[in-house]
């Protein structure tokens, strides 16, 4: 199994600024995802973290917004730009093996919250 | 399109009873899907996972049966705990190969004491 952490676990920011969450996993995972849950909904998929090349997104996500980087296989970011209250959220990342049937596991999230 | 659904948002049980947690999903083509909890604060977490080639699987205390016919599947926890109290989540990967999952909308387990 992976163990997955994040940082920071929650932060409250201003209308306007940016965010960058970090995403650390414990052992090489050929895949690694970053997630939006809204309050008491599923979770939805914003991008892709493709280790060496840009990220692939989501429809309705795009880079400008949400720019990502993953330098190698057990690091990546998210960076929630210009944020805006309806960013408000839990950002959770994720990483698979290299199986498509391997389990994928999850970081605890990231709890945002916009003023 | 695919979907993965839910039939109940919340679930109350009393603690001892059995839970029974119950997904629809629409491709018939899926063949594989996953069952995660998610405590409150936390990531979700897997539970167990079954392959279209099985009807049903255990784990501790947990049962996922699937019926390919009515493209149901249902997780069934045993003599449920206060520590069961969470969101539960099934999956599905997608048709394309992708890794990516498909989360249904969630049900909400509270356990009564």
């Known amino acids: 199994s992976a163990v997955i952490s994040q940082k920071p676990s929650r932060d409250i920011c201003q209308r306007g600024t940016s965010l960058t969450i970090q995403c650390q996993v414990d052992s090489q995972v050929t895949m690694m995802f970053w997630y939006r849950q809204q309050p008491g909904q599923s979770l939805t998929l914003i991008a892709t973290a493709n280790q060496g090349s840009e990220a692939t997104y989501e429809s309705g996500f795009v880079i400008d917004k949400f720019p990502i980087s993953r330098p190698n296989l057990t690091f990546s970011t998210l960076t929630v730009s210009n944020m805006s209250p309806e960013d408000s959220s839990i950002y959770l990342c994720s990483g698979q093996g290299q199986g498509v049937t391997d389990t994928q596991y999850f970081g605890p999230g990231t709890r945002l919250t916009v003023l | 399109g695919e979907s993965v659904g839910l039939h109940l948002p919340t679930l109350s049980v009393q603690e001892g009873d059995n839970s029974i947690i119950n997904c629809a999903y629409s491709n018939s083509a899926s063949d594989y899907f996953i069952w995660y909890k998610q405590e409150s604060g936390k990531g979700p977490q897997f539970i167990i996972d079954?392959?279209?080639?099985?009807d049903k699987r255990q784990g501790q205390r947990v049962t996922v049966l699937l019926n390919k016919t009515v493209k149901h599947l249902s997780l069934q926890i045993a003599a449920t705990q206060p520590g069961d109290s969470a969101v539960y989540f099934c999956?599905?990967?997608?048709?394309?190969?992708?890794?990516?999952?498909?989360f249904g909308s969630g049900t909400r387990l509270l356990v009564r004491p």
């Open positions: 079954i392959r279209s080639n099985m």
């Open positions: 999956a599905e990967p997608r048709m394309d190969s992708s890794y990516k999952l498909i």
